[in-house]
Structure formats: C-alpha cells, structure tokens
C-alpha cells in the first residue's frame, strides 16, 4: 500500500450510485469537455434518475509539472466549466491515490459511491471497474493527440512566462474551455508551471 496521505477522508455518506466520470483533470481541457458532454446526454437518455458524478483523482499529491493543480484548483475548473454548459445535477469529489490498482475501485466506492456507472474513455479504468462488476459506458475521446493531459500541461509550461494575457488566451483556449483558461489567468495559476521540471511526460 502507499503510503501517500488519504486526503480527503472517506465521506461519512458517499453519494448515491450515479453516472461516474473520473480524471486528473490536470487541468481541465476540451477532451474532458467533450467527454462530460457525452456523459450528460448518456445520463439523460438513459438513467435521468441518476446524479452526473465527477470524480477528480490524485488529490493528494504533491505539486508538481504532472500536478500542478490543487484538487480544490480542479474542482473551481469544473464548477465554472459546469455552471457555463448549464449542466446542474452533477456532483463533484475529489479521490486520493493509494498506489494499488487491485484495491482502487474499492477505495474510489467510499468517495463516489458503489456500483452506478462508469463513462470513461480511459481502458485501464474500464477494466478495473468492469472487474469490480459496475456497468462501464466507453466511448472515443474526440482528438485524443491534441487532448492528452501531458501535451496540453506542456503548452501550458511554455505559455507560463509569457506576459502578454490576449496571447495566452488565445493559445491555450485550442485546448482548454475558456472559462478555465481565464480562470488560470486571473488567478495567475501558469506561472508555476515554469519552476516546477523540464519538458513534458507522456502520461494523463
């Protein structure tokens, strides 16, 4: 087992079962936009008795190039980019690590509830809760090369030091909704991205 904080704590009531989206959300960018977008109308064509639940991982690891953003940052990301869409009944939880694949959707149950749905279009996640006996919904993310964690932390590490705001926008917006893109701006949350490593990592 890790030994990485649990942080958060298990709620004392995790929500009931409903449409589960996982992520890093590192940050929140178009390929997860896309991806909420196809959850919702999921949900609402299939199962509108059920809560949109957006499950953002890795909350308690240290700040880092793979992640720089706090779990309460990502969380600020969704709720502007939800509010924005009109997208209301959605809950959102943040998840720590434990390092423990075998163990993890057991561990993920306590935060975002047990069996509902997984949407995901993500593979090694689809296996893990297929397994666990949840019902997995997958589907393509849409520009998946454009839309990799990895590549869109990267631009935003080159884009951190430069001064002028419309530019930055301009850029990152290809890869991040608006609405985050100008949150991370006003909240002068690139910058540091250009103390925290060198170059990009091939990972989510």
Do not use: C, K
């Amino acid at each position: 087992m890790s030994e990485l904080p649990i942080t958060p704590s298990p709620p004392e009531s995790p929500p009931s079962p409903g449409i589960v989206v996982l992520g890093r959300f590192q940050p929140f960018h178009r390929g997860h936009e896309s991806l909420l977008i196809a959850a919702e109308e999921w949900r609402r064509e299939n199962a509108d008795n059920h809560s949109l639940i957006i499950a953002i991982g890795s909350s308690n690891r240290e700040e880092s190039l793979q992640n720089p953003w706090s779990s309460d940052e990502r969380s600020t990301m969704i709720e502007l980019w939800l509010s924005e869409s009109g997208i209301q009944d959605a809950e959102i939880v943040s998840i720590p690590d434990i390092e423990d694949p075998p163990n993890w959707v057991a561990h993920a149950e306590q935060y975002h509830g047990m069996a509902g749905v997984l949407f995901t279009s993500d593979a090694p996640s689809a296996e893990l809760y297929g397994e666990a006996g949840w019902q997995v919904m997958t589907t393509p993310l849409d520009n998946r090369e454009s839309f990799e964690g990895w590549r869109v932390r990267e631009t935003a590490r080159m884009l951190s030091t430069i001064g002028d705001e419309e530019a930055v926008r301009a850029v990152l917006s290809q890869t991040v909704p608006s609405v985050v893109v100008e949150y991370m701006v006003r909240n002068d949350a690139l910058r540091r991205l250009a103390f925290l490593g060198e170059g990009g990592e091939p990972v989510g």
